[in-house]
Nanobody
């Protein structure tokens, strides 16, 4: 499956952005989807994940209550709505997919990343 992330940009602290990730070449409705980010100088980290079989999404503690992951299987797209953005959210954001069920586990397919910059 190929993943194409978009929607990044520059936003002031307290603002919002919505990232999108379009999937192609696979059966989107059967993939667990996730968002990760790489903050400069740090390891890539899990941000959010959503199952293909329903149930509650998973979030990193640092984004709970501010970010929302959702998916539209008819459009083969997963979204990350980011509200109340903070400068520490500045990172390259990646979408990922896996056939595994664990939302915080290993992902097999990765998009190219989209830059999010939050100014103070």
């Amino acid at each position: 499956v190929q993943l194409q992330a978009s929607g990044g940009g520059l936003v002031q602290a307290g603002g919002s952005l919505r990232l999108s990730c379009a999937a192609s070449g696979g059966t989107f409705g059967t993939y667990t989807m996730g968002w990760f980010r790489r903050i400069p100088g740090k390891e890539r980290e899990f941000v959010a994940g959503i199952s293909w079989i329903g149930g509650s999404p998973a979030y990193a503690d640092s984004v709970k209550g501010r970010f929302t992951i959702s998916r539209d299987n008819a459009k083969n797209t997963v979204y990350l709505q980011m509200n109340s953005l903070k400068p520490e959210d500045t990172a390259v954001y990646y979408c990922a997919a896996t056939t595994r069920d664990r939302l915080t586990g290993t992902y097999d397919y990765w998009g190219q990343g989209t830059q999010v910059t939050v100014s103070s």
